[in-house]
Protein backbone atom coordinates (compact mmCIF):
# COMPACT_ATOMS: atom_id res chain seq x y z
CA UNK A 1 0.00 0.00 0.00
CA UNK A 2 1.60 3.52 -0.71
CA UNK A 3 1.27 5.89 1.64
CA UNK A 4 1.60 9.71 1.57
CA UNK A 5 2.56 12.02 3.86
CA UNK A 6 1.29 15.66 3.40
CA UNK A 7 2.18 18.53 4.36
CA UNK A 8 1.09 22.10 3.83
CA UNK A 9 2.02 25.69 4.84
CA UNK A 10 1.72 29.52 4.15
CA UNK A 11 4.53 31.98 4.11
CA UNK A 12 3.76 35.06 5.30
CA UNK A 13 5.76 38.27 5.28
CA UNK A 14 6.09 38.08 9.15
CA UNK A 15 9.64 37.11 9.97
CA UNK A 16 8.49 36.03 13.15
CA UNK A 17 6.09 33.59 11.93
CA UNK A 18 7.56 32.34 9.21
CA UNK A 19 10.55 31.54 11.51
CA UNK A 20 8.13 29.86 13.80
CA UNK A 21 6.14 27.41 10.81
CA UNK A 22 9.58 26.30 9.32
CA UNK A 23 11.03 25.26 12.70
CA UNK A 24 7.49 23.16 13.04
CA UNK A 25 7.95 21.79 9.80
CA UNK A 26 11.44 20.69 9.47
CA UNK A 27 11.22 19.67 13.37
CA UNK A 28 8.59 17.37 12.36
CA UNK A 29 9.89 16.06 9.42
CA UNK A 30 13.25 15.14 10.67
CA UNK A 31 10.98 13.04 13.39
CA UNK A 32 9.17 11.22 10.95
CA UNK A 33 12.24 10.55 8.03
CA UNK A 34 14.35 9.34 11.64
CA UNK A 35 11.75 6.48 12.05
CA UNK A 36 10.30 6.34 8.25
CA UNK A 37 13.16 6.39 5.86
CA UNK A 38 11.07 4.84 2.98
CA UNK A 39 8.06 6.66 3.37
CA UNK A 40 6.74 9.47 0.73
CA UNK A 41 6.73 13.14 2.01
CA UNK A 42 5.26 15.76 0.18
CA UNK A 43 5.49 19.58 1.02
CA UNK A 44 3.14 22.26 -0.52
CA UNK A 45 3.97 25.59 -0.19
CA UNK A 46 2.41 28.74 -0.38
CA UNK A 47 5.27 31.26 -0.49
CA UNK A 48 9.12 31.42 -0.82
CA UNK A 49 10.45 28.60 1.18
CA UNK A 50 13.61 30.09 2.76
CA UNK A 51 16.72 28.36 0.83
CA UNK A 52 18.24 26.96 4.26
CA UNK A 53 15.12 25.19 5.10
CA UNK A 54 14.18 24.33 1.49
CA UNK A 55 17.99 22.40 1.09
CA UNK A 56 17.59 21.14 4.44
CA UNK A 57 14.05 19.44 3.23
CA UNK A 58 15.47 18.05 0.06
CA UNK A 59 18.35 16.45 2.03
CA UNK A 60 15.53 14.78 3.70
CA UNK A 61 13.98 13.87 0.58
CA UNK A 62 10.67 16.04 0.82
CA UNK A 63 8.99 16.46 -2.67
CA UNK A 64 8.35 20.47 -2.42
CA UNK A 65 5.57 21.33 -4.46
CA UNK A 66 5.66 25.48 -4.97
CA UNK A 67 2.76 27.55 -5.38
CA UNK A 68 1.90 31.08 -5.46
CA UNK A 69 1.72 32.56 -2.17
CA UNK A 70 -1.62 32.33 -0.61
CA UNK A 71 -3.09 35.75 -1.07
CA UNK A 72 -2.94 35.20 -4.98
CA UNK A 73 -4.14 31.15 -4.89
CA UNK A 74 -7.29 32.73 -2.91
CA UNK A 75 -8.32 35.75 -5.72
CA UNK A 76 -9.42 32.22 -7.90
CA UNK A 77 -12.37 32.00 -5.21
CA UNK A 78 -13.72 35.23 -6.08
CA UNK A 79 -12.94 39.05 -6.02
CA UNK A 80 -15.07 39.50 -3.07
CA UNK A 81 -13.50 37.26 -1.04
CA UNK A 82 -10.25 36.86 -1.10
CA UNK A 83 -8.77 39.84 0.62
CA UNK A 84 -10.66 38.94 3.83
CA UNK A 85 -9.87 35.02 3.36
CA UNK A 86 -5.95 35.92 3.13
CA UNK A 87 -6.28 37.10 6.83
CA UNK A 88 -7.09 33.43 7.71
CA UNK A 89 -3.81 31.73 7.68
CA UNK A 90 -4.94 28.06 7.41
CA UNK A 91 -7.79 27.26 4.85
CA UNK A 92 -4.96 26.27 2.85
CA UNK A 93 -4.88 22.72 4.71
CA UNK A 94 -7.54 21.23 1.97
CA UNK A 95 -6.49 22.55 -1.19
CA UNK A 96 -4.48 21.87 -3.88
CA UNK A 97 -4.69 18.03 -2.78
CA UNK A 98 -4.85 17.42 -6.60
CA UNK A 99 -1.18 17.93 -6.84
CA UNK A 100 -1.14 14.70 -5.21
CA UNK A 101 -2.28 12.70 -8.52
CA UNK A 102 1.29 12.46 -9.97
CA UNK A 103 2.54 10.18 -6.82
CA UNK A 104 -0.90 8.12 -7.09
CA UNK A 105 -1.26 7.19 -2.94
CA UNK A 106 -3.54 4.77 -1.66
CA UNK A 107 -3.47 6.55 1.65
CA UNK A 108 -2.60 10.53 2.31
CA UNK A 109 -2.20 11.32 6.32
CA UNK A 110 -2.50 14.70 6.15
CA UNK A 111 -0.19 16.72 9.15
CA UNK A 112 -0.17 20.16 10.66
CA UNK A 113 3.48 21.47 11.06
CA UNK A 114 3.09 20.80 14.55
CA UNK A 115 3.29 17.64 15.14
CA UNK A 116 5.86 15.22 16.43
CA UNK A 117 6.28 11.28 15.08
CA UNK A 118 7.71 8.50 17.58
CA UNK A 119 7.73 5.44 15.62
CA UNK A 120 7.44 3.77 12.01
CA UNK A 121 4.29 4.22 10.97
CA UNK A 122 3.85 1.10 8.17
CA UNK A 123 2.03 -1.10 10.94
CA UNK A 124 -0.07 2.31 12.14
CA UNK A 125 -1.38 2.68 8.49
CA UNK A 126 -1.89 -0.56 7.79
CA UNK A 127 -4.26 -1.01 11.04
CA UNK A 128 -6.07 2.12 9.64
CA UNK A 129 -7.96 1.25 6.27
CA UNK A 130 -11.83 0.18 7.62
CA UNK A 131 -13.05 3.56 7.11
CA UNK A 132 -12.47 6.35 4.71
CA UNK A 133 -10.89 8.91 7.20
CA UNK A 134 -9.52 8.94 10.50
CA UNK A 135 -9.23 11.68 12.93
CA UNK A 136 -8.64 12.70 16.84
CA UNK A 137 -11.83 13.62 18.41
CA UNK A 138 -12.20 16.94 18.23
CA UNK A 139 -10.95 18.95 21.94
CA UNK A 140 -14.45 19.54 23.74
CA UNK A 141 -16.64 17.10 21.54
CA UNK A 142 -18.99 14.80 23.00
CA UNK A 143 -16.57 12.33 21.76
CA UNK A 144 -13.12 13.86 23.29
CA UNK A 145 -11.06 13.05 26.08
CA UNK A 146 -11.91 15.64 27.97
CA UNK A 147 -15.26 17.07 28.95
CA UNK A 148 -17.69 17.60 26.34
CA UNK A 149 -17.92 21.66 25.96
CA UNK A 150 -21.16 22.62 24.18
CA UNK A 151 -20.29 26.13 24.02
CA UNK A 152 -16.73 26.03 22.66
CA UNK A 153 -18.40 23.21 19.90
CA UNK A 154 -22.45 23.09 19.56
CA UNK A 155 -22.68 19.40 17.94
CA UNK A 156 -26.81 19.86 17.39
CA UNK A 157 -25.81 23.17 16.13
CA UNK A 158 -23.44 21.63 13.68
CA UNK A 159 -25.96 18.95 12.84
CA UNK A 160 -28.63 21.16 11.90
CA UNK A 161 -25.87 23.14 9.71
CA UNK A 162 -25.20 20.17 7.99
CA UNK A 163 -28.78 19.37 7.14
CA UNK A 164 -29.38 23.36 5.97
CA UNK A 165 -27.17 22.33 3.11
CA UNK A 166 -27.81 19.20 2.21
CA UNK A 167 -25.23 17.49 4.16
CA UNK A 168 -24.34 14.35 6.01
CA UNK A 169 -23.07 14.76 9.68
CA UNK A 170 -19.84 14.15 10.33
CA UNK A 171 -18.86 13.56 13.74
CA UNK A 172 -15.43 16.93 14.42
CA UNK A 173 -12.80 15.58 14.51
CA UNK A 174 -9.59 17.61 14.59
CA UNK A 175 -7.84 18.39 11.67
CA UNK A 176 -4.45 18.62 12.17
CA UNK A 177 -3.55 14.71 12.14
CA UNK A 178 -5.90 12.98 9.11
CA UNK A 179 -5.75 9.99 7.36
CA UNK A 180 -7.88 9.64 3.90
CA UNK A 181 -8.40 6.55 2.31
CA UNK A 182 -9.76 5.34 -0.83
CA UNK A 183 -8.92 8.17 -2.65
CA UNK A 184 -11.08 10.45 -0.59
CA UNK A 185 -8.12 12.78 -0.97
CA UNK A 186 -9.45 13.28 -4.49
CA UNK A 187 -12.73 13.38 -3.82
CA UNK A 188 -11.90 16.57 -1.73
CA UNK A 189 -9.93 18.32 -4.06
CA UNK A 190 -12.78 18.17 -6.58
CA UNK A 191 -14.54 20.35 -4.28
CA UNK A 192 -12.65 23.04 -2.56
CA UNK A 193 -14.43 25.61 -4.32
CA UNK A 194 -17.59 24.32 -1.95
CA UNK A 195 -15.00 23.68 0.96
CA UNK A 196 -13.76 27.74 0.78
CA UNK A 197 -17.33 28.96 0.08
CA UNK A 198 -18.29 27.49 3.09
CA UNK A 199 -15.48 28.83 4.71
CA UNK A 200 -16.62 32.09 4.09
CA UNK A 201 -20.53 32.19 4.71
CA UNK A 202 -19.52 31.13 8.84
CA UNK A 203 -16.96 34.13 8.40
CA UNK A 204 -19.96 36.11 7.74
CA UNK A 205 -22.00 35.22 10.59
CA UNK A 206 -19.24 35.76 12.88
CA UNK A 207 -18.71 39.44 11.26
CA UNK A 208 -22.09 39.74 12.35
CA UNK A 209 -22.31 37.99 15.85
CA UNK A 210 -18.74 39.19 17.09
CA UNK A 211 -16.67 36.72 19.25
CA UNK A 212 -13.71 36.73 22.04
CA UNK A 213 -11.85 35.12 19.32
CA UNK A 214 -13.15 36.03 16.02
CA UNK A 215 -9.59 36.50 14.28
CA UNK A 216 -8.50 39.32 11.47
CA UNK A 217 -10.37 37.90 8.74
CA UNK A 218 -13.56 38.67 10.33
CA UNK A 219 -12.90 41.87 11.65
CA UNK A 220 -11.43 42.90 8.05
CA UNK A 221 -14.92 41.64 6.58
CA UNK A 222 -16.55 43.59 8.93
CA UNK A 223 -14.57 46.94 7.80
CA UNK A 224 -15.67 46.20 4.13
CA UNK A 225 -19.15 46.80 4.81
CA UNK A 226 -20.46 44.61 2.16
CA UNK A 227 -24.72 44.61 1.26
CA UNK A 228 -27.00 43.09 3.29
CA UNK A 229 -27.80 40.88 0.27
CA UNK A 230 -24.26 39.21 1.01
CA UNK A 231 -24.95 38.41 4.65
CA UNK A 232 -27.95 36.73 4.02
CA UNK A 233 -25.76 33.85 2.54
CA UNK A 234 -24.31 33.66 6.05
CA UNK A 235 -23.78 30.38 7.93
CA UNK A 236 -24.78 29.76 11.63
CA UNK A 237 -21.26 29.12 13.22
CA UNK A 238 -21.42 26.29 15.65
CA UNK A 239 -18.51 27.36 17.63
CA UNK A 240 -16.99 29.85 20.41
CA UNK A 241 -13.63 29.30 18.53
CA UNK A 242 -13.06 31.67 15.77
CA UNK A 243 -9.80 30.01 14.66
CA UNK A 244 -11.60 26.54 13.68
CA UNK A 245 -13.44 27.51 10.55
CA UNK A 246 -11.59 25.47 8.04
CA UNK A 247 -12.34 22.22 10.66
CA UNK A 248 -16.27 23.18 10.25
CA UNK A 249 -15.89 23.65 6.48
CA UNK A 250 -13.89 20.71 5.80
CA UNK A 251 -16.75 18.25 7.94
CA UNK A 252 -19.69 19.99 6.04
CA UNK A 253 -17.37 19.27 2.68
CA UNK A 254 -17.17 15.83 4.13
CA UNK A 255 -20.87 15.40 4.20
CA UNK A 256 -21.79 16.66 0.85
CA UNK A 257 -18.78 14.08 -0.46
CA UNK A 258 -21.28 11.07 -0.03
CA UNK A 259 -21.72 7.98 1.96
CA UNK A 260 -18.40 7.99 4.25
CA UNK A 261 -17.16 6.40 6.72
CA UNK A 262 -15.22 8.26 9.59
CA UNK A 263 -13.57 6.73 12.65
CA UNK A 264 -10.90 8.08 15.54
CA UNK A 265 -7.67 7.54 16.51
CA UNK A 266 -6.93 6.35 19.31
CA UNK A 267 -5.65 8.75 21.98
CA UNK A 268 -2.47 6.69 22.89
CA UNK A 269 -1.35 6.51 19.89
CA UNK A 270 -2.24 10.27 18.48
CA UNK A 271 -1.90 12.27 21.85
CA UNK A 272 -2.55 16.02 22.29
CA UNK A 273 -0.03 18.19 23.73
CA UNK A 274 -1.53 17.44 27.53
CA UNK A 275 0.27 14.11 27.53
CA UNK A 276 3.47 15.54 28.49
CA UNK A 277 4.60 11.96 29.49
CA UNK A 278 4.21 10.93 25.97
CA UNK A 279 6.32 13.68 24.39
CA UNK A 280 9.02 13.14 26.92
CA UNK A 281 9.57 9.25 26.86
CA UNK A 282 11.07 8.00 23.48
CA UNK A 283 9.81 4.57 23.85
CA UNK A 284 6.31 5.05 24.42
CA UNK A 285 4.01 3.71 22.19
CA UNK A 286 2.49 6.60 20.78
CA UNK A 287 3.02 7.29 16.72
CA UNK A 288 1.84 11.25 16.28
CA UNK A 289 1.49 14.04 18.77
CA UNK A 290 -0.16 17.10 17.67
CA UNK A 291 1.44 19.87 20.25
CA UNK A 292 -0.42 22.56 18.94
CA UNK A 293 1.44 25.92 17.87
CA UNK A 294 1.04 27.61 21.16
CA UNK A 295 2.76 24.95 22.78
CA UNK A 296 5.57 25.66 20.73
CA UNK A 297 8.29 26.88 23.43
CA UNK A 298 7.34 24.55 25.51
CA UNK A 299 8.10 21.96 23.00
CA UNK A 300 11.91 23.25 22.05
CA UNK A 301 12.19 23.26 25.72
CA UNK A 302 10.93 19.46 26.54
CA UNK A 303 13.29 18.28 23.21
CA UNK A 304 16.23 19.96 24.34
CA UNK A 305 15.85 18.36 27.69
CA UNK A 306 15.44 14.88 26.49
CA UNK A 307 17.36 12.46 25.33
CA UNK A 308 15.06 13.13 22.26
CA UNK A 309 17.37 15.56 20.32
CA UNK A 310 16.35 16.91 16.86
CA UNK A 311 20.46 17.14 15.61
CA UNK A 312 20.41 13.63 16.10
CA UNK A 313 17.45 13.46 13.80
CA UNK A 314 18.77 15.62 11.55
CA UNK A 315 21.78 13.65 11.11
CA UNK A 316 20.33 10.20 11.22
CA UNK A 317 21.47 7.64 8.75
CA UNK A 318 18.09 6.36 7.97
CA UNK A 319 16.69 10.23 6.87
CA UNK A 320 19.37 9.97 4.00
CA UNK A 321 19.14 6.13 3.41
CA UNK A 322 16.64 6.79 0.19
CA UNK A 323 17.29 7.64 -3.30
CA UNK A 324 16.96 11.34 -4.21
CA UNK A 325 14.49 11.31 -7.00
CA UNK A 326 14.21 14.66 -9.20
CA UNK A 327 11.18 13.44 -10.48
CA UNK A 328 9.02 13.86 -7.64
CA UNK A 329 10.66 17.20 -6.59
CA UNK A 330 9.99 18.77 -10.38
CA UNK A 331 7.95 16.73 -11.92
CA UNK A 332 10.35 15.66 -14.86
CA UNK A 333 13.78 14.19 -15.24
CA UNK A 334 15.88 14.57 -18.08
CA UNK A 335 17.87 10.63 -18.37
CA UNK A 336 20.88 10.50 -20.59
CA UNK A 337 21.91 7.07 -22.18
CA UNK A 338 18.31 5.53 -22.34
CA UNK A 339 18.14 4.28 -24.96
CA UNK A 340 21.25 2.95 -25.60
CA UNK A 341 22.93 3.92 -29.09
CA UNK A 342 22.01 0.32 -30.28
CA UNK A 343 18.17 1.24 -29.47
CA UNK A 344 18.44 4.43 -30.59
CA UNK A 345 19.94 3.83 -34.70
CA UNK A 346 16.64 0.75 -34.49
CA UNK A 347 14.68 3.04 -33.59
CA UNK A 348 15.35 6.39 -36.47
CA UNK A 349 15.61 3.24 -38.95
CA UNK A 350 11.88 2.23 -38.10
CA UNK A 351 10.45 5.74 -37.63
CA UNK A 352 12.20 6.93 -41.04
CA UNK A 353 10.83 3.74 -42.71
CA UNK A 354 7.15 3.99 -41.05
CA UNK A 355 6.91 7.62 -41.94
CA UNK A 356 5.39 6.90 -45.21
CA UNK A 357 2.31 5.71 -43.43
CA UNK A 358 2.29 8.54 -40.69
CA UNK A 359 -0.79 11.31 -40.79
CA UNK A 360 -0.59 15.18 -40.71
CA UNK A 361 -2.26 15.68 -37.53
CA UNK A 362 -3.28 19.79 -38.02
CA UNK A 363 -5.89 21.04 -35.01
CA UNK A 364 -6.25 24.35 -34.92
CA UNK A 365 -9.31 24.47 -33.06
CA UNK A 366 -9.99 26.62 -30.29
CA UNK A 367 -9.25 23.99 -27.54
CA UNK A 368 -12.22 24.19 -24.33
CA UNK A 369 -8.94 24.69 -22.42
CA UNK A 370 -8.24 28.15 -23.71
CA UNK A 371 -11.61 29.48 -23.11
CA UNK A 372 -11.01 28.44 -19.19
CA UNK A 373 -11.38 25.02 -17.97
CA UNK A 374 -9.93 23.98 -14.82
CA UNK A 375 -7.02 21.43 -14.56
CA UNK A 376 -9.91 19.10 -13.74
CA UNK A 377 -11.08 18.50 -17.21
CA UNK A 378 -7.52 20.09 -18.38
CA UNK A 379 -6.76 16.10 -19.16
CA UNK A 380 -9.99 15.70 -21.40
CA UNK A 381 -8.91 18.62 -24.38
CA UNK A 382 -7.16 17.71 -27.25
CA UNK A 383 -4.23 20.28 -28.07
CA UNK A 384 -3.79 22.29 -31.14
CA UNK A 385 -0.99 21.08 -33.49
CA UNK A 386 0.65 20.81 -36.59
CA UNK A 387 2.49 17.32 -36.87
CA UNK A 388 3.07 14.46 -38.59
CA UNK A 389 2.52 11.28 -36.00
CA UNK A 390 2.42 7.46 -36.76
CA UNK A 391 2.92 4.17 -34.46
CA UNK A 392 5.60 2.45 -33.52
CA UNK A 393 6.80 -0.79 -35.30
CA UNK A 394 8.77 -3.67 -33.69
CA UNK A 395 11.66 -1.91 -32.54
CA UNK A 396 9.94 0.85 -30.36
CA UNK A 397 7.37 -2.33 -29.29
CA UNK A 398 10.73 -3.99 -28.14
CA UNK A 399 11.66 -0.85 -25.79
CA UNK A 400 8.48 -0.27 -24.53
CA UNK A 401 8.20 -3.68 -23.24
CA UNK A 402 11.58 -4.15 -21.64
CA UNK A 403 11.69 -6.59 -19.00
CA UNK A 404 13.59 -3.65 -16.70
CA UNK A 405 12.45 -0.43 -17.76
CA UNK A 406 9.24 -0.60 -15.30
CA UNK A 407 11.90 -1.25 -12.78
CA UNK A 408 13.85 1.31 -13.78
CA UNK A 409 11.19 3.72 -14.36
CA UNK A 410 9.49 3.22 -10.35
CA UNK A 411 12.94 4.09 -9.02
CA UNK A 412 13.09 7.03 -11.00
CA UNK A 413 9.06 8.07 -10.07
CA UNK A 414 8.85 6.49 -6.71
CA UNK A 415 6.13 5.11 -7.64
CA UNK A 416 4.31 2.20 -9.99
CA UNK A 417 3.57 2.63 -13.26
CA UNK A 418 2.13 0.23 -16.02
CA UNK A 419 2.67 0.57 -19.64
CA UNK A 420 -0.89 1.97 -21.24
CA UNK A 421 -1.13 0.06 -24.33
CA UNK A 422 1.04 -2.38 -26.36
CA UNK A 423 3.06 -0.02 -28.42
CA UNK A 424 4.69 3.70 -28.61
CA UNK A 425 4.53 6.31 -31.04
CA UNK A 426 6.92 8.09 -33.42
CA UNK A 427 6.44 12.32 -33.79
CA UNK A 428 7.67 13.98 -36.70
CA UNK A 429 8.27 17.95 -36.92
CA UNK A 430 9.29 18.37 -40.20
CA UNK A 431 7.92 21.70 -41.46
CA UNK A 432 8.79 24.74 -40.47
CA UNK A 433 6.33 25.95 -37.68
CA UNK A 434 5.30 22.49 -36.49
CA UNK A 435 4.09 22.37 -33.13
CA UNK A 436 2.07 21.33 -30.30
CA UNK A 437 0.29 23.37 -27.96
CA UNK A 438 -0.16 23.29 -24.51
CA UNK A 439 -1.60 20.48 -22.87
CA UNK A 440 -1.98 17.94 -20.14
CA UNK A 441 -2.17 14.59 -21.41
CA UNK A 442 -4.95 12.81 -21.16
CA UNK A 443 -5.80 10.27 -18.43
CA UNK A 444 -4.19 6.73 -18.54
CA UNK A 445 -1.05 8.57 -20.04
CA UNK A 446 0.37 9.82 -16.44
CA UNK A 447 4.28 9.37 -17.13
CA UNK A 448 5.46 9.72 -20.70
CA UNK A 449 9.21 9.01 -21.56
CA UNK A 450 10.00 11.22 -24.83
CA UNK A 451 13.12 10.14 -26.32
CA UNK A 452 15.05 12.27 -29.20
CA UNK A 453 16.19 10.36 -32.44
CA UNK A 454 17.63 13.05 -34.34
CA UNK A 455 19.76 15.73 -32.67
CA UNK A 456 18.73 19.81 -33.40
CA UNK A 457 20.60 21.13 -36.35
CA UNK A 458 20.17 24.53 -34.42
CA UNK A 459 21.12 25.77 -31.10
CA UNK A 460 18.87 28.61 -31.49
CA UNK A 461 16.03 29.19 -28.52
CA UNK A 462 12.82 29.01 -29.35
CA UNK A 463 13.22 25.68 -32.46
CA UNK A 464 11.18 23.35 -30.86
CA UNK A 465 12.27 24.26 -27.01
CA UNK A 466 10.01 21.49 -25.45
CA UNK A 467 8.49 24.08 -22.81
CA UNK A 468 7.30 22.53 -19.04
CA UNK A 469 6.07 24.60 -16.57
CA UNK A 470 6.62 22.45 -13.27
CA UNK A 471 5.97 25.13 -11.06
CA UNK A 472 2.23 26.15 -11.58
CA UNK A 473 0.46 22.13 -11.29
CA UNK A 474 -2.24 23.68 -9.57
CA UNK A 475 -3.15 26.33 -12.08
CA UNK A 476 -5.49 25.11 -15.22
CA UNK A 477 -4.46 25.69 -18.65
CA UNK A 478 -6.29 28.78 -19.34
CA UNK A 479 -4.15 30.63 -16.33
CA UNK A 480 -0.59 29.60 -17.62
CA UNK A 481 -1.84 30.66 -20.86
CA UNK A 482 -2.62 34.15 -19.70
CA UNK A 483 1.20 34.37 -18.22
CA UNK A 484 2.81 31.85 -20.18
CA UNK A 485 6.64 33.20 -19.48
CA UNK A 486 6.21 32.57 -15.75
CA UNK A 487 7.91 29.44 -14.41
CA UNK A 488 8.26 28.20 -17.99
CA UNK A 489 11.25 26.14 -18.07
CA UNK A 490 12.86 24.86 -21.34
CA UNK A 491 13.99 21.27 -22.78
CA UNK A 492 16.49 20.75 -25.55
CA UNK A 493 17.02 16.93 -26.46
CA UNK A 494 20.37 15.85 -27.23
CA UNK A 495 20.41 12.15 -29.37
CA UNK A 496 20.58 10.23 -26.39
CA UNK A 497 18.68 11.70 -23.98
CA UNK A 498 15.05 11.16 -22.84
CA UNK A 499 12.65 13.30 -21.00
CA UNK A 500 10.83 11.37 -18.27
CA UNK A 501 7.58 13.58 -17.46
CA UNK A 502 4.59 13.03 -15.44
CA UNK A 503 2.77 14.54 -18.04
CA UNK A 504 -0.75 14.40 -16.47
CA UNK A 505 0.07 16.87 -13.79
CA UNK A 506 3.05 19.61 -15.77
CA UNK A 507 1.72 21.23 -18.61
CA UNK A 508 3.85 21.51 -21.47
CA UNK A 509 4.19 22.35 -25.28
CA UNK A 510 6.75 21.95 -27.82
CA UNK A 511 7.29 25.47 -29.71
CA UNK A 512 7.15 26.02 -33.47
CA UNK A 513 10.11 24.07 -35.02
CA UNK A 514 12.44 26.06 -37.38
CA UNK A 515 14.24 22.60 -37.92
CA UNK A 516 13.53 19.02 -38.43
CA UNK A 517 13.12 16.46 -35.72
CA UNK A 518 11.93 13.06 -34.59
CA UNK A 519 10.67 11.72 -31.03
CA UNK A 520 9.29 8.61 -29.90
CA UNK A 521 6.66 8.79 -26.50
CA UNK A 522 5.36 5.95 -24.67
CA UNK A 523 2.71 6.38 -22.04
CA UNK A 524 2.58 4.72 -18.55
CA UNK A 525 0.00 5.03 -16.18
CA UNK A 526 0.12 5.16 -12.28
CA UNK A 527 -1.46 2.69 -10.20
Known amino acids: MAALVRYSLSLSDLRERTSHLTWQLLTSVQSLRAHNPRIQIVVNCYGVLPEAIRSQLLELDVAIVGHVDYATRLKKFGPGKWRALSHYPVLHKFLDLSSLKRFSPTQ ?3 LDCDTLINKNLTRFLASHTSADCYGRADTGSIRGASHSDSVY ?75 RSIYARSLRYPSSNGWIVEQVAAWLTLGKVGRITTADFNAR ?9 AL ?41 SRVRRPFLQQGYVILTGLPNRRMIDALRREALARFRGAQREDVWYRDPGQIGS ?90 GDLVLYPGRSHESLAEIRRSPTRGAKLIRLSVGQSLLLSGGVVAHRVDPVKSQRIVSALCFSAY
Open 108 to 110: VLL
Open 153 to 227: LDEAGLQNLAESIGARFVPPFNTGVVLLNRGLWLKIARMERLYVELAWRQMLWLAEHPARDEGDAVRYIRKMRMA
Open 269 to 277: EVPYFHDLK
Open 280 to 320: ACVRSRWAICHYFSRNTKEVQRLISRSDWQVSDIASSPKAH
Open 374 to 463: DSVSDRETSPRRAMYACPGGPALSEFYNEPGLLRFLFRQCGMRVRRSGSNGTYNFYLSPGDFIGLHRDHRGCDVTLISALTQPSTTEQGD
